[in-house]
């Protein structure tokens, strides 16, 4: 079966040693994963602590990701609690240039599904011709969306969505309801094989902001039809996912500090990083090298 792998990273966002945003840091360490050949970025998003980020900051680490990696390769994250908030980050990232948007569900109290379409529905007006992802994760927004709601959005002109935090029997069900040309991406960084040759576009994964080499070449691999490839990738894509404890953002921002990458604190409460972990994730970073 002939796949069209991709890779897309979610970028973590790098602050200083007081927790301010660190500009420089992050145009450095967004240029440093466009240079290891993903295919493209989720940035301001769950690994780039959304929730912690005034908008102003958002809209500030947009702008670096659309310099760094030009428009078409950026997912700007414009989520947020209430339709009101996410329609604003909308056109302040337009202004910036952004023309793919991701947007997860209204979070903290769940939106009925009616509800939840029609939040997307105004992202959709906001966005003009810019296209809009659905970010769907139901275990930290605690907002459901039933797969068949996948219809309910690409009538209202959504373009694809991300999936994140389900089973991968969940995700199959998914899969199974979207309607043709609609993107379908998982957060599942293991799954990755699995869901491109059900049907899935790709991977959106934090691990690879911080490990890039296994994910690219699992992707090439799975792209080329190379079944050695792949077998060969994916003990370390297996193996770059166990040293960030899944995507712990004060384990990948420690896998990038290890790597002589700035990425500062989490603002985010996580994880402590012991040092056995940063023996791990040395050990790591030489392995994958």
């Known amino acids: ?123 959709v007006a906001a966005a003009g011709d810019a296209q809009v992802h659905a970010y769907l994760f139901q275990v930290r927004s605690t907002t459901p969306a039933a797969p068949s709601v996948l219809r309910r959005l690409h009538d209202v002109g959504v373009r694809g969505v991300k999936i994140s935090g389900e089973s991968d029997e969940s995700v199959s069900a998914y899969l199974a309801q979207a309607p043709t040309g609609f993107d379908v991406l998982s957060g599942n960084d293991i799954a990755f094989e699995e869901f491109v040759r059900a049907g899935g576009l790709g991977v959106v994964s934090g691990v690879s902001s911080v490990f890039p080499r296994p994910f690219v070449a699992l992707r090439d691999a799975l792209n080329s039809g190379d079944t050695d490839g792949v077998r060969a990738a994916q003990p370390l894509v297996a193996r770059a996912v166990a040293a960030v404890r899944s995507g712990s953002i004060p384990h990948l921002k420690a896998g990038l500090e290890v790597q002589g990458i700035s990425a500062g604190p989490a603002r985010v409460c996580g994880d402590a990083v012991l040092e056995e972990d940063l023996r791990t994730l040395r050990e790591t970073a030489e392995a994958l090298a």
Do not use: C, N, W
């Open 1 to 123: 079966m002939s796949v069209h792998a991709k890779v897309i990273t979610a970028l973590p966002t790098p602050f200083t040693s007081d927790e301010a945003l660190d500009p420089e840091a992050t145009a450095a360490l967004f240029t440093a994963v466009r240079d290891q050949g993903v295919d493209g970025v989720f940035v301001a998003g769950t690994t780039g602590e959304f929730t912690a980020l005034e908008d102003q900051e958002r809209i500030r680490v947009i702008r670096t990701a659309l310099e760094v990696f030009g428009p078409e390769r950026v997912y700007a994250h414009v989520g947020a609690a209430a339709p009101r908030q996410a329609e604003s980050l909308v056109r302040a990232a337009l202004e910036a240039g952004a023309t793919r948007f991701a947007a997860i569900t209204p979070f903290f109290l769940p939106a009925p599904e009616d509800a939840l379409v029609r939040y997307y529905e105004r992202l």
